[in-house]
């Protein structure tokens, strides 16, 4: 900071000045920028915060709005396409995060202009451009310190550097970033495990579960969001506003893509954990947890990661060049797709603070993350169940309850997933801490699914977070209901967990809806389970819990 002030300084008297500063993800080259820019208001120079990706941009002015007037708020964040017909000099200071995301051309339709590095450098007596070349996702981005040398010197400006270690991301591991290198084999580093990081990093086993842990990791704070490649067309968007994007039929998992309506304030919207986004709403921006899809044009074969660019959804302009590239020279244009690709992957999968769970859509590149991170494909059999006296999480006195955070009631005894059992009051349970990467929450409580018939959701014997009545619809979503009063014909227990669907018809008394009948349905690859209906008459007395994440299934 004190070294842009200076350069800012001294600019008018020594002529134009360059500042590079480079850092990782997470390093807070954001942080930084958006910082200098109000120090550099309040001392009185003309400074802008320049960036080519719309979602900073917004999300920032959102942040500032109230406590300055809108229009000027406005006029202080400006794109990269911008400075085209600038006067020479006609701003003090140009911040530029996110430099390595310049394009040549500007416009539309990139017709603009003759190179954006230029025209900012000519635009401002001192230059800051904020810069990491391994975040460079498009076809189009040519911002590279190389680039950026060429064109101060090309304007006889000064050069200056610097770079940001410190991390405010992963937990301020930037061992997490080497060890991302390693794995999405970018470059060869020292860090080949996680063990002695402090950050939280898991491969689920299916996009239902993911979809499921996000939505828990959420309650607490409102930063927990899926991402995914785009590898998937938004049919969303024009075509059918009411179809689903990014569908597996097979693992119960339909959502849309980031919503249309919020643009780039997609990631900080309440309702937009029920989306996923890509990576054109995400980049320069952080959470506390994000949950990634690995798509088909990244996979693993016989340990080695292998790109496809043509697995990229047709409306994704990032690799758009592509095609037209690779008739001219295939290996320079593969080399460029592979670098975009692994980039991508690399900006989504640090996009997290805290933590990161990812799901691949590839089976093989399943397995070649689940090694990486110490899980072995050969797990105990779903017919072995945990035994009853065993319970993986730290277990808290009851004198300890109060002052112990995230801790949660843990039933003692198996909730069977086939049948009714008993559930105890939540005075007569021991307490359990929840792992780090989960939340308490108000009412939620954990236990163990027991039984087969939801094993394509649940594997047998799994520890499960349970939220009772959290609000929203239930239908469709996975549940535990108790009811005291019906008896199971097999076991004449009172509780299962099961997929929640309720008929209703109209209320002539009230003007309103009452249930007919509620189905609790299974998700079973066994045949012999049959759903549970609960007729009008024993439906207005049951509990129900809402199944937010499976915990411990090993």
């Known amino acids: 900071m004190k070294a842009a002030f200076r350069l800012a300084n001294i600019a008018e008297q020594a002529g134009k000045q360059v500042f590079i500063v480079e850092g990782g993800p997470g390093t807070g080259k954001s942080v930084v920028a958006v910082n200098l820019l109000v120090e550099l208001i309040n001392r009185g120079s003309v400074a802008n915060y320049v960036t080519r ?75 800051i451009f904020f810069l990491d070349e391994d975040q460079r996702v498009t076809w189009k981005d040519i911002g590279s310190r190389e680039e950026i040398e060429r064109w101060a010197r090309d304007a006889g400006a000064t050069v200056h550097y610097a770079e940001l270690r410190s991390q405010f991301r992963c ?44 939505f828990a990791l959420n309650v607490e704070a409102n930063r927990a969001r899926l991402l995914a490649g785009y590898c998937w067309d938004w049919v969303s968007k024009k075509k059918d506003t009411t179809a689903y994007d990014i569908t597996f039929p097979e693992h119960d998992f339909a959502m849309k893509w980031n919503l249309d309506k919020d643009g780039p304030l997609w990631l900080i919207q ?113 017919d072995i169940i945990h035994q009853d006296n065993v319970i ?32 105890d009051d939540t005075e007569d349970c021991q307490w359990i801490k929840l792992p780090d990467h989960l939340n308490a929450g108000p009412d939620m409580c954990v236990a163990q699914v027991v039984g087969e018939s939801m094993n394509k959701r649940i594997p047998n014997g799994a520890w ?40 209703k018809v109209a209320d002539t008394e009230t003007g309103g809806w ?20 609960l007729e009008e008459a024993v439906t207005g007395a049951f509990t129900v819990f809402e199944l937010m994440a499976v915990i411990d299934h090993t």
């Open 464 to 503: 499960c977070l349970f939220q009772k009545n959290p609000g929203g619809t239930r239908q469709g979503k996975v549940v535990l209901v108790q009811h005291r009063d019906i008896q199971d014909p097999d076991t004449g227990g009172t509780a299962t967990v099961k997929r929640y669907y309720s008929e």
């Open 392 to 423: 993986p999480f730290p277990l808290i006195p009851s004198e300890q309850v109060r002052s112990t955070p995230n801790v949660v009631p843990i039933f003692d005894i198996q909730v069977a997933a086939g049948a009714f059992t008993d559930i």
């Open 171 to 214: 937990n301020g591991s930037d061992g997490y970033l080497a060890w991302l290198d390693h794995v999405l084999q970018i470059r060869e580093t020292a860090n080949h495990d996680l063990s002695e990081l402090d950050y939280h990093f898991e491969v689920v086993d299916s996009p239902a579960e993911l979809r499921d842990r996000i």
């Open 270 to 382: 309440p309702n937009s954990v029920h989306e996923v986004g890509c990576i054109h709403t995400c980049q320069g921006l952080e959470l506390d947890y994000i949950g990634v899809i690995i798509g088909p044009d990244l996979v693993a074969r016989d340990s080695r990661l292998v790109t496809r660019p043509r697995e990229r959804s047709k409306m994704d302009s990032s690799i758009k060049g592509y095609v037209k590239d690779r008739r001219q020279n295939p290996e320079a244009a593969d080399r460029k797709a592979e670098s975009i690709i692994k980039n991508t992957y690399r900006t989504l999968l640090s996009r997290g603070m805290k933590g990161c769970l990812v799901w691949c859509t590839d089976d093989e590149t399943q397995r070649y993350f689940n090694e990486l991170v110490g899980r072995s494909d050969n797990r105990q059999s779903t």
């Open 53 to 127: 990706n719309a979602a900073p941009r917004q999300v920032y002015k959102s942040k500032l709005t109230g406590t300055m007037q809108r229009t000027r708020i406005d006029n202080l964040f400006r794109g990269s396409g911008g400075f085209q017909s600038s006067e020479p000099g006609s701003f003090d200071v140009l911040v530029v995060d996110e430099a390595h995301r310049l394009n040549e051309k500007s416009g539309l339709y990139q017709n603009q202009g003759e190179n954006q590095i230029k025209e900012i450098i000519n635009a401002a007596h001192t230059s």
């Open 514 to 533: 009452r249930h007919e009948r509620i189905i609790l349905k299974l998700d079973s690859t066994e045949p012999q389970y049959e759903p549970i209906v």
